[in-house]
């Protein structure tokens, strides 16, 4: 078993240990002085793809062997590195850039070497959805994570309108070439005024975070190309919560009493039904008025 002074805080036992290590999501400086360690201790690195991360490697002057766990094989690969390490070798998880498993490969590789009891050990580093949040000016407390959206239209646009009434902030990947496509769509969903903010190339040379209402900021892309290029982070504010004097009484009344009985959530479905206001809408005040409340 491959070990190291920065490794041995983990006690030694029969198994190895999967190190799931956040590389850098543009500025190489990002990585971690205790993820380039653990990348040269380790028997193996399972890489999104290697030849993209061999320029990583080289860089850092690191020769630890590398195999490929991406999409297409993750199920079949993830058995054989799963057997390597109950034999007691370390490997190592790395995607192309940021931190493996959000929107990259690795879920079924985690899940197999946890149900067969080996260790699983994460090295937090860079990840773009959290890069953009910190620098967007948008509410952080509470958020959601997308992912990408369907590419066609039809399907992004059924997504949109699941996500109109989310009160939280929100964000999603996008493709560049995809990237005006999906603010026009935002706009017309979602409305002119919601506050959104690109999040583009972050870390990178040309580095741009834009905050602007939808409409504009799709205008400002479309006399632009250069802004429909590179690595795209979308960062929604939240749908604007009805104060509660919008709903009427009886509808806070009967939101009041089936609180009084029920956790949040069922409230919620169950007010909805009975007065026919929309489920977010009274879930969201049904949180607000429990914390009052409290």
Not at 32 to 46: D, K, Q, T, W
Not at 188 to 203: F, K, Q, S
Request: aromatic share 4%.
């Amino acid at each position: 078993m491959h070990h190291s002074l920065l490794l041995g805080v983990f006690m030694t036992t029969g198994t190895g240990t999967l190190f799931v290590v956040a590389t850098p999501i543009g500025n190489l400086q990002d990585i971690s002085p205790r993820a380039l360690e653990v990348l040269r201790s380790v028997a193996l690195i399972a890489a999104e793809d290697t030849r993209h991360s061999a320029r990583l490697m080289q860089h850092f002057g690191i020769g630890t062997p590398m195999t490929a766990c991406h999409d297409h094989n993750e199920r079949d690969k993830g058995e054989r590195l799963v057997a390597r390490l109950l034999a007691g070798d370390d490997l190592a998880l790395i995607s192309d850039a940021g931190t493996p498993l959000i929107s990259d490969p690795g879920y079924h590789l985690v899940r197999q070497a946890r149900e067969a009891g080996v260790r699983v050990s994460p090295l937090p580093g860079a990840c773009a959805l959290i890069a953009a949040l910190s620098a967007a000016g948008l509410p952080s407390d509470r958020f959601a994570f997308e992912g990408f959206l369907p590419a066609k239209s039809h399907g992004r646009r059924q997504r949109l309108q699941a996500l109109a009434d989310e009160s939280r902030t929100w964000m999603v990947y996008e493709a560049p070439h995809r990237l005006l496509e999906c603010l026009d769509d935002m706009c017309e969903i979602l409305g002119a005024e919601r506050r959104v903010v690109l999040a583009r190339e972050l870390t990178k040379t040309f580095e741009t975070l834009r905050s602007a209402p939808i409409a504009e900021l799709a205008d400002w892309v479309r006399g632009d190309s250069d802004q429909q290029r590179g690595e795209c982070v979308l960062v929604v504010e939240g749908a604007s919560v009805a104060e509660s004097e919008e709903v009427s009484g009886e509808t806070l009344r009967v939101l009041d009493a089936l609180l009084q009985e029920l956790p949040v959530k069922q409230a919620a479905r169950l007010a909805a039904q009975i007065t026919g206001e929309r489920k977010n809408q009274l879930y969201q005040l049904a949180l607000d008025r429990g914390t009052k409340n409290a």
